[in-house]
């Protein structure tokens, strides 16, 4: 076999390449999770509602919006996705399953409220990179506390990043129903952010009308770059990737694992918790509603991380292809379909991509058996 | 009171004991079951389903959507069991997808089966009394007044769990894919077989469970169990794969949550006007808290969530 796949990278060129391969796969897997999810519309809408709603889908609701607020809306959606996708692939690199993002989203979301509201009135047009640093605090903080109980309590990390997550939950809503400044009493949410507290539009309301879009895309495409250079130049990088390829084998190269894990966890949080910040304090008039529920885009975090294969630059295209779905999920509405039909689509994503490498398996073959003749 | 308190505590237990049991029959095999959200809001639809097509529906009624419910359960665990066992994909990875497929795509199968996004039902499964053991003391009054024929699954339930992991041959050979795949291959068992035995048990035992915690707690389906699928993959780590101590847990995080919902009608937790929140918190700290405390070696099966290869192509 070994010698079969020399073979067929020679003769196959690029096409056998590694990213091609692994590209190739992710496709596949899409291809599939768009497949049920149009046979699931034909089954419960009929064709002539299935047929125009999945194009609408397919083509980000452009059509239905205009191509610049349907632009601008996939950029704005991005936002969260991106950074919880970030934390989730960066701890897996590390060889950890962070759980905990929907718990640390919070966490930023939380901070950024809290500084938007608390530190306008001192700080001005500033008090938006207060938020954003107070986000990015409390998110570190907890994933650090989430990172030491796994690393050097030895502690299941998904029942650790479970519990983390609804602890999260229920003292983000104790300490916003604490505080007057946050919330009035008998309402459900929070109370909007000054315009200080909002990030900077850099005019791309001008550029994407009719949309949220802002520098949250941009910070969060710039921290994905900065997650790049810690695993590809840094010590620490080469650290955290050594831990998640073998944890056994870095230990021996003298490696301090449960610190890498630890290090690892708090630099995931940060991630996640940014994606809170950048999300709430994104848009005007922005609310934070109270309940039982974890938000979702910790949760998305997961698919956007698998598609891009835990790369820190893949993940940013694999945040917009996502979010550029779940922007024709919003145009569902009129088709009286219900805009989950995207999460039908990305979990079955997300499935395919849990046996990747058997997909990868069968493309090396398929190149192997089309290049034969010319090896 | 106290009896109000046993038969709440009850409703929150014996969901989460069922659903952790049908999580040990996949554990015990050495195949994450990290889906059993997923699960539970399966057998949950399809139950409430049955029960939203029924008028004055009887007990009948009720054992028949629940094995609707633990069928659906079987279903939709059988990607996961396929792609874990037979395509050596990512255990967590799968699960994942299922708890995040299924709320949304019964939602959508809900809204084009009854043109509603929640399935309401009639409950007209409550039990009042449960002759002649009723009249017991105490015990009558705590377990056998106001009750659900469900109550009784619990105990059969992680019983029969018991019985089949100590007492008979399959539990044997489960218990042996899940330590040591290799060397019970070795001896002759069939682990792919007996692993996928292991999960399909699992999702029909969690869809069954789905129903159970969805009866005696609403009126309608919502695409929610409430977070109760993740707290039984921590009660089964919290019990540490250990039926009986499954047992314990479940009451334990039952106990919680009941005085985080019913906290207001005891005089002395008013009194101290601790926010809500704080008692709904309580279940997850202590667990954090408690596995702080207890440093002891895990019990977790050896092989769980390894890919297990059993050579050759």
Known sequence: ?375 | MLYFIVQQTLICAIPLLIVATAGIFSEKGGILNFSLEGIMLAGAFVGTYYLHGTENGTQGDYLLALLLAGVAGTVIILPHAISSISLKGDQIISGMAINLLVPAATVIIARALIGRLQIAFTNTYMIREVPAFSHIPIIGDMFFKNTYISNLLGPIIILAAVFVFNKTRFGAHLKACGENPQAAASTGINVTKIRYIGVLVSGFIGGVGGLIFIVPNATEYASTVAGYGYLAVAVVIFGQWNPLRILFAAVFFGFMKTLANIYTIIPILVYLEISTNLYKMIPYLATIILLFVITKRSAQPRALGVIYDAGGN
């Open chain 1, 1 to 375: 076999m070994k010698k079969k796949e020399n073979r067929a990278v020679k003769a196959g060129g690029i096409w056998a390449s590694p990213f091609m391969t692994t590209f190739i796969a992710k496709i596949v897997t899409i291809i599939i999770g768009l497949m049920i999810g149009l046979i699931l519309l034909l089954f419960t809408s009929g064709t002539e509602v299935a047929i125009p709603a999945f194009k609408t889908i397919i083509t980000g609701s452009f059509g239905l919006v205009g191509f610049r607020t349907g632009m601008g809306r996939m950029l704005y959606y991005a936002v969260p996705i991106l950074m919880t996708g970030l934390s989730v692939g960066f701890a897996l690199r590390t060889g950890v399953f962070n759980i905990g993002a929907p718990g640390q989203f919070l966490m930023g979301l939380y901070a950024g409220l809290f500084a938007g509201i608390h530190f306008a009135p001192a700080l001005g047009g500033a008090t938006w990179v207060a938020a954003i640093i107070a986000g990015a605090l409390a998110g570190g903080v907890w994933g650090l506390i989430q990172g030491m109980l796994q690393a050097y309590k030895k502690m299941n990390a998904i029942i650790c990043g479970i519990m983390m997550n609804y602890v999260a939950l229920y003292l983000v809503n104790m300490l916003i129903r604490a505080d007057r400044a946050l919330y009035f009493g008998g309402r459900s949410y929070t109370n909007s952010l000054p315009g200080d507290a909002l990030l900077p539009r850099l005019g791309m309301n001008n550029i994407f009308t009719g949309s949220a879009a802002n520098s949250g895309i941009i910070i969060g495409i710039a921290v994905c770059v900065a997650a790049y250079f810690i695993l590809k130049k840094t010590t620490l990088g080469y650290e955290l990737k050594a831990t998640g390829l073998n944890r056994e084998a870095a230990r021996y190269a003298g490696i301090k694992v449960e610190r890498v894990v630890a290090v690892s966890m708090m630099i995931s949080g940060v991630f996640a918790a940014l994606g809170g910040v950048l999300y709430h304090n994104g848009a005007m008039g922005q609310k934070y509603t109270l309940g039982d529920a974890l938000r979702p885009e910790g949760f998305t975090g997961i698919p956007v991380a698998l598609l891009g294969s835990n790369h820190p630059i893949a993940i940013i295209f694999s945040a917009l292809f996502i979010s550029y779905l779940q922007v024709g999920g919003l145009g569902m509405q009129s088709f009286g379909i219900e805009s989950e039909i995207v999460t039908v689509i990305t979990s079955i994503t997300i499935f395919f991509c849990s046996f990747n490498v058997l997909f990868q398996k069968l493309y090396i073959r398929l190149i192997d058996k089309l290049f034969e003749g010319r090896a």
